[in-house]
């Protein structure tokens, strides 16, 4: 089955800096990856996906990349700011219905 | 709409009880799930269910079963708890059963004492 690997487990960068968590999948077969935001003691919320077919995608102050040779994608935020703070998951679909999570990368943004 | 709505919100159980978790969403979505929460780690897949009558194993299914009589439903049921159980656990939906993203429940935080 799929297997989803997240880095760093711990993230610190200084407000206004940018921060970038990278994730990596087994299933070649996955062709779905969304991105989620968790706030402390909140439910997980979708912040961004990208799908197989696309390198590249953003929103404003986030960005997703995808590297589908490497099985590799990342999450770029830039010009962080304190309200950032949270735990962040990628994830991993396959078969189409089916979401696997990384183990999550808690990001601190000090102000 | 309400979206995923778990309850309860919070349960404390002793060893050996039993509970139901209830789930339930009204966006008329196929595709449900639950997913346990330890203490600062990532969602591990319980079960998953694609539509009413059909439920499958995730990653860690042992110690819970779960059904789907209806579309808007998917309970899950701790037998004999354990404090390995432990945890926060989330209910999701997900409507098009192609890449779309979940829709998650707030949670229902239950400890085993």
């Known amino acids: 089955g799929e297997n989803v690997e997240q880095h760093p487990s711990t993230l610190s960068v200084q407000e206004g800096d940018s921060a970038v968590i990278k994730c990596t999948y087994s299933?070649?077969?996955?062709?779905?990856f969304p991105w989620y935001k968790q706030e402390l003691g909140k439910r997980p919320q979708l912040i961004i996906d990208?799908?197989?077919?696309?390198g590249e995608k953003k929103d404003q102050r986030i960005a997703v990349t995808l590297n589908k040779t490497a099985k590799h994608f990342s999450l770029h935020i830039t010009e962080t700011q304190p309200e950032d703070s949270a735990v962040y998951f990628c994830a991993a679909m396959a078969g189409g219905f089916k979401t696997i999570f990384g183990a999550g990368t808690r990001l601190f943004v000090k102000a | 709409n309400a979206g995923v709505t778990q309850t309860p919100k919070f349960r404390i159980l002793k060893i050996g009880q039993s509970m139901t978790l209830q789930c339930t969403q009204d966006m008329n979505h196929n595709y449900m799930y639950w997913y346990r929460q330890d203490p600062g780690m990532g969602l591990k897949l319980i079960y998953y269910?694609?539509?009413?009558?059909?439920?499958d194993k995730g990653e860690v299914p042992n110690g819970y079963n779960v059904s789907r009589s209806t579309t808007e439903d998917f309970p899950l049921r701790l037998e004999l708890a354990a404090p390995s159980q432990t945890s926060v656990y989330f209910c999701?939906?997900?409507?098009?059963?192609?890449?779309?993203?979940?829709?998650f429940g707030n949670g229902t935080r239950l400890t085993v004492t």
């Open positions: 999701a939906s997900e409507g098009r059963g192609n890449n779309s993203p979940l829709h």
């Open positions: 269910s694609v539509g009413a009558g059909i439920t």
């Open positions: 299933d070649s077969a996955s062709n779905y």
């Open positions: 990208i799908r197989s077919n696309v």
